[in-house]
């Protein structure tokens, strides 16, 4: 979901992508594992690829979402919210809900 997450405005290419998940989320994935996903995302319909010239150097290849993907992707984020916060319900008399709400 956050690799989908990081393609939904604009395609990326596999180090964006690699960057993304580190500076919007803290989410370190090796470059193998996010290349090993964005191949069965493809191979599933849901990313789709092109190889672009980068003008300097090796040509790079682009992801981007599909209109299956970005279906998919909306599901995915409307499930997530809804189960993170019925465990935040759950997980609010350990911490004391004002914790919870001010995110700490």
């Known amino acids: 979901m956050a690799i989908l997450a990081t393609l939904w ?9 690699l960057r993304s998940l ?4 803290g989410l370190v994935m090796l470059e193998g594992t996010v290349y090993l996903i ?3 995302l493809k191979s599933a319909g849901i990313v ?32 997530w919210s ?11 008399p350990v911490l004391g809900r004002e914790e919870l709400t001010n995110g700490k």
């Not at 580190?22 to 989320?25: E, F, K, L, V, Y």
């Not at 809804?82 to 609010?92: D, I, N, P, Y």
């Open 9 to 17: 405005k604009k395609r990326l290419y596999g180090l964006e992508i």
């Open 82 to 92: 809804e189960f993170s916060a019925k465990l935040g319900q759950l997980f609010a």
């Open 22 to 25: 580190d500076s919007g989320s």
């Open 38 to 40: 964005l191949n069965r």
């Open 48 to 79: 789709d690829s092109e190889w672009v010239d980068a003008g300097s150097g090796h040509p790079r290849k682009y992801y981007r979402l599909t209109p299956a993907g970005e279906d998919r992707l909306i599901r995915m984020v409307k499930f």
